[in-house]
C-alpha cells in the first residue's frame, strides 16, 4: 500500500512526492526498501502496488524494472485501508487465484529481512491451513504511545519456533501508564501488516462490511473487460472509507497473531531517525554538515546545507531546500498541522 501523502515528514514529503517515495535512510526509497524486502517470496509479476492515480506515475518512475507496470494500480480515490486492500484481493484472486496474501505498508522500515522472510514462510504455512486473518504482532522494546496494541490469547499453532496466537483485541494508541501495563501484559504493538489468504479476506467482508464487498463484487465482474474503468470509477468511489482494522480485524471471530521479534519501525514521524541513525554525545541526531554549540537532544536533517544551532535543546530542524520546518521534539507528530494551514492559505506549491 503506497497511497498515503506523509504529512508528517513535511517539508520534504509532498503531494507528488510522498513519503513512500523519499530515501529516508540514504539506503533506497521506502518503498523500494518494501519490494526488496519481500525478495524471493514472491515472483516480481505476484507483487502489486496501490497508490492513487495523482501520484501513479512517480510510484512507476520508483518501481521500473522491479515488477510489471500494469501491477502498480492507482485508486479513483483514497478510501482508506479496506477498499484498497479488498480490490487488492479481488484482483490476485483474478490473475492467480486464491492464495496467501501479505499486505505491506511502503514506509515501514523491517531489520533483519532474513527473519521477516522467516516469519512470513511460517505465516504462509499457518493461513494455508487455517482459514484465520493473520496480523503481525511486534514485540515490545518499550513503552510506547504512538503505536495501537493487539492482545494475544491462546496459542492456535505453531512451527519451529513461530508461536500464533488467538487475537483477543485491538487496543487504540494508550495513555503513557496504560502503554506500560499493556507492555507488562504482554501485548504487542500493532504492526499494519497482514497475512491471509485472497478467499479468507472476501469471505470476511462479505459478512462485517457488506456494502464494501458488494462493491468489490461488481469490480471483480468488470475486470478483463472493456468497462472496468468505468466501473471502477463509480463503484470506488462509493466504497465505505474504512479502515482494515476496525472494519474487519476488531469484528472478525478468526484473527489471529504472529508475535514478530524482528525490529520494526512505523516511521511516523521525523522523530524516527533518533531509531536508525547514532546520537552524539550530546545525544544530538544529525544527517547532513552541521555546527553544534551547546546544543543537546536535537533531531537536525539538512542533505544540501549547513545548520547550525547554539543553546538550543530537543528541538527537530529539517530543511528541504524551499522550506524549513523547526518544531520541538514532542510536536513532531503536530507537523502536518502545518500541511493543513498550508492549505488553507492556498499555498499548494508547498503541500
Avoid at 17 to 22: A, D, F, V
Avoid at 156 to 161: I, Q, T, V, Y
Wanted: charged share 30%.
Amino acid at each position: 500500500m503506497a497511497g498515503g501523502v506523509g504529512e508528517r515528514f513535511w517539508p520534504s514529503s509532498r503531494r507528488l512526492r510522498p513519503k513512500q517515495l523519499l530515501d529516508l535512510t540514504g539506503r533506497g526509497s521506502m518503498l523500494r526498501l518494501t519490494i526488496e524486502r519481500i525478495g524471493d517470496l514472491a515472483r516480481p509479476d505476484e507483487i502489486f502496488v496501490y497508490t492513487n492515480r495523482e501520484q501513479r506515475d512517480a510510484v512507476l518512475a520508483e518501481v521500473r524494472g522491479l515488477l510489471p507496470e500494469a501491477n502498480v494500480i492507482g485508486e479513483p480515490e483514497m478510501r482508506n485501508t479496506a477498499p484498497c486492500i479488498g480490490l487488492a484481493a479481488v484482483v490476485a484472486e483474478r490473475m492467480h487465484g486464491s492464495q496467501a496474501m501479505l499486505v505491506l505498508p511502503a514506509d515501514h522500515l523491517v531489520e533483519p529481512v532474513s527473519r521477516f522472510r522467516e516469519l512470513v514462510r511460517s505465516g504462509e504455512k499457518f493461513v494455508s491451513a487455517h482459514r484465520a486473518l493473520l496480523t503481525f504482532g511486534i514485540v515490545p522494546t518499550r513503552p510506547e504511545t504512538g503505536y495501537g496494541y493487539v492482545r494475544p490469547g491462546a496459542e492456535l499453532w505453531h512451527d519451529a519456533g513461530v508461536v500464533v496466537l488467538r487475537a483477543e483485541a485491538f487496543l487504540e494508541k494508550p495513555a503513557p501508564e496504560r502503554a506500560r501495563e499493556l507492555v507488562r501484559e504482554g501485548c504487542c504493538w500493532n504492526s499494519g501488516m497482514f497475512l491471509w489468504r485472497t478467499d479468507t479476506l472476501l469471505d470476511g467482508l462479505k459478512r462485517h462490511q457488506p456494502e464494501l464487498h458488494a462493491v468489490l463484487e461488481r469490480i471483480a465482474a468488470a475486470l478483463g473487460t472493456r468497462s472496468l474503468d468505468e466501473v471502477l470509477n463509480e463503484e470506488y468511489r462509493g466504497a465505505p472509507a474504512v479502515s482494515i482494522d476496525y472494519g474487519l480485524m476488531e469484528k472478525a471471530d478468526n484473527v489471529a497473531v504472529m508475535r514478530a521479534d524482528f525490529t520494526w519501525n512505523d516511521v511516523g514521524s521525523w522523530e524516527f531517525i533518533r531509531d536508525v541513525e547514532a546520537a552524539d554525545a550530546d545525544g544530538n541526531v544529525l544527517v547532513g554538515e552541521h555546527v553544534m554549540i551547546d546544543a543537546s537532544g536535537n533531531t537536525v536533517v539538512s542533505r544540501d546545507r549547513l545548520v547550525g544551532l547554539i543553546g538550543v535543546e530537543n528541538i527537530v530542524v529539517v530543511d528541504a531546500g524551499d522550506a524549513i520546518l523547526v518544531c520541538r521534539r514532542d510536536r513532531a507528530q503536530d507537523v502536518r498541522k502545518i500541511v493543513a494551514e498550508l492549505k488553507r492559505r492556498g499555498r499548494n506549491d508547498l503541500v
